[in-house]
């Protein structure tokens, strides 16, 4: 079983800058691509962004571009999403995802991912 285990939330105030990292553990775990999710109350869980293991490309929401940078350490199987110039629309519950099968064709669709972290809260004070 995979686990993924997401760290570096909290609170901060607008403008201010936060990293989340996710790590991916258990048995042999070889991922096609990881990455971030967000939630806020009262809306659906909307892609963040995601990195693929072949080539390192990455994909951003258009919300994000510009201020989130996701990368990752292959040897961890860990990435880490640097968010800058946070807003308090940034305020949400940020949850990591991973595929370790196939190819990761759509990475906006959360089915596209069979791997689910718990979530870490991070919320922005205007």
């Known amino acids: 079983q995979v686990q993924l285990v997401e760290s570096g939330g909290g609170l901060v105030q607008a403008g201010g800058s936060l990293r989340l990292s996710c790590a991916a553990s258990?048995?042999?775990?070889?991922?096609?691509?990881m990455g971030w999710f967000r939630q806020a109350p009262g809306k659906e869980r909307e892609f963040v962004a995601t990195?693929?293991?072949?080539?390192?490309?990455?994909a951003y929401a258009d919300s994000v571009k510009g201020r989130f940078t996701l990368s990752r350490d292959g040897a961890k199987n860990t990435v880490y999403l640097q968010m800058n110039s946070l807003k308090p629309e940034d305020t949400a519950v940020y949850y990591c995802?991973?595929?370790?099968?196939?190819?990761?064709?759509?990475?906006?669709?959360?089915?596209?991912?069979?791997?689910w972290g718990q979530g870490t809260q991070v919320t922005v004070s205007s």
């Open positions: 995802a991973a595929v370790d099968r196939g190819r990761l064709w759509y990475p906006a669709r959360l089915t596209s991912y069979n791997y």
């Open positions: 258990g048995r042999t775990f070889s991922s096609v691509a």
């Open positions: 990195i693929w293991w072949s080539d390192d490309s990455t």
